[in-house]
């Protein structure tokens, strides 16, 4: 597992989903304007002599890489950058090999733009012609810690919407625990930002860096794919870092201050990988995602006493700490909060234990036509079993939580998310497929 701080990982760049150094997108494209070059480099491992020309920032910087290879998908466990670009795509083809053929392309372009390189040729200097390999607008930019992370829906192994065939003879190898979310007590959801076959994940420090990566993945899948929502996040509402300052969401409260560390090896075993025993063999390493875009009634709750939105969480809101504790990391005595408290009816002893790994983000989309800000929280969360973690934790919260009268669900997915990619060899589903 990695050892990571908040602000990068260890030195050296050869361990599993660690962080790397890396040259800049501008000094590969310019050595790849030859194109074969390029392509001879990134496949025949010359990746040295590209590093050791360009000046890498230190590994802990803003725009260092994350190793793209490894046991587990990175952009779980490794250290939360502050950007996201998130999409759910609808697979257009019916066509296994082509869907197979997609997987690779974009596991082949997924590395190359998590090292800070351009895909395939590049954007500058090919065929005059043909449209360039790569949009090009990452050029000159730093891996920024880009992480991609792709994840499998309940549709795709059911068939398309209308027909519900099994499209990909995937019926028989769907998991027991990718389940479909039931309908909570006050949920608001709308079709257009729920659901999707695929899922890609783009964190990045940089928010070109994630949306020139998603775009290119949606137009290197043109004809087989086509993008079903997407949503934008920034100001990571919790990390993976405990060491690190706990961010704030926009509700103004320290979030993620009991979330699952990236570091916690046994936490991580127990409460997010699927482990080999549980099933199928193609989700071991693996793990499932949640995503819920949730409003936050920003005005209404403005408009609440600093008395009101602390006994709604059960913290206090400067320091972070537990109702009747000084300090943000102090345990919380439950029975001190209020019934109703978030913090008290999320806390994992009052759901059998059950725990998450949450890395949501935040996100504006400017204001409804009513003048208010249309913002909220994309609620991202790991689990090794979405039976055993968010349904019985949201079925709790939706009930009775006091938060419920300042936010409403309006988009929700989930995901299994198959383990990392190992080698070069080796791309995404791979296991799937087999
Ligand atoms: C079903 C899971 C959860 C949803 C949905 C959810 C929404 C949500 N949460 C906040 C703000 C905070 N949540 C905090 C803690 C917390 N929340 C969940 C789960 C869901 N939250 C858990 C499991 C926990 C940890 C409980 C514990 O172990 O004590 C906190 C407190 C700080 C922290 O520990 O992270 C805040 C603040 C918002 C605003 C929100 C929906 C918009
Ligand atoms: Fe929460």
Known sequence: MTDETEQGGPADAGGANGTARAPSRRSVIGWGGAGLALGAAVAGGTTLALRATDSPEPAGSAGAAVPFHGAHQAGIATAVPDRLHFAAFDVTTENRAELIQLLKDWT?????????????????????????????????????????????????????????????????????????????????????????????????????VAVHAIRNLARIGFGRIAIRWSQLGFGKTSSTTP?????????????????????????????????????????????????????????????????????????????????????????????????????????????????????????????????????????????????????????????SDALNEYIQHVGSAVFAVPPGVRDKDDWWGRGLFS
Not at 154 to 170: C, E, H, I, M, V
Not at 262 to 270: I, K, S
Not at 274 to 293: C, I, K, T
Request: with cysteine.
């Open 108 to 208: 082949a372009a997924a590395s190359l733009m998590t090292e800070g390189r351009a895909v395939g040729e590049g954007a500058f200097g090919g065929v005059p012609e043909a449209p360039p390999d790569d949009t090009g607008e990452a050029a000159g930019l730093k891996p920024s810690r880009l992480t991609l992370t792709i994840g499998f829906g309940p549709s795709l192994f059911t068939g398309d919407a209308k027909a519900r065939q099994d499209r990909f003879g995937l019926a028989k190898r769907r998991p027991g625990a990718l389940v479909d979310l039931p309908k909570f007590p006050g949920d608001n959801l709308d079709p257009a930002r729920s659901g999707g076959d695929l899922c890609v994940q783009a964190c990045a420090d940089d928010p070109q």
């Open 243 to 399: 060491d690190a300052q706990t961010p704030r969401n926009l509700f103004g409260f320290k979030d993620g201050t009991r979330n699952v560390a990236g570091t916690d090896t046994a936490a991580l075993d127990r409460h997010v990988w699927v482990s080999a025993d549980a099933g199928p063999d193609w989700m071991a390493g693996g793990s499932y995602l949640v995503a819920r875009r949730i409003a936050m009634r920003i005005e209404s709750w403005d408009r609440t006493s600093l008395q009101e939105q602390e006994d709604v969480f059960g913290r206090d809101k400067g320091e972070g700490a537990p109702v009747g504790k000084a300090r943000e990391h102090d345990e919380p005595f439950l029975k001190s909060m209020l019934p109703a408290s978030h913090v008290r009816l999320a806390h994992p002893d009052s759901n059998g234990g059950a725990r998450m790994l949450r890395r949501g983000y935040s996100y504006t989309d400017g204001t409804d036509g009513l003048g208010r800000l249309d913002a909220g929280l994309f609620f991202l969360a790991y689990q090794h079993d979405v039976r055993e973690a968010f349904i019985p934790v949201q079925r709790s919260l939706s009930r």
